[in-house]
């Protein structure tokens, strides 16, 4: 597999285009695991807000000017 490239610019304008190193690599997989893992928890977050607005009968709109 390829890993993705890395992109250097320069203070002089410079460019450099290489591919990344094997800790850089080995990072970047932990990174996207992780995010994945956050995106996960944003939409687990999300549902349960809008399955307890359901179960109220309000609104998101209602429910921030019940806490303003």
Request: glycine share 4%; proline share 0%; no cysteine.
């Given at each position: 597999m390829n890993k993705p490239m890395v992109r250097i610019i320069e203070l002089d304008g410079t460019v450099i285009d290489r591919e990344m190193t094997n800790a850089e690599f080995a990072q970047y997989k932990k990174d996207q695991v992780a995010f994945e893992a956050?995106?996960?928890?944003?939409?687990?977050?999300?549902?349960?807000?809008?399955?307890?607005?359901?179960?109220?009968?309000?609104?998101?709109d209602e429910a921030k000017l019940l806490l303003s």
């Open positions: 956050e995106l996960a928890e944003v939409a687990v977050k999300a549902k349960a807000k809008q399955a307890l607005l359901e179960r109220l009968g309000i609104t998101e």
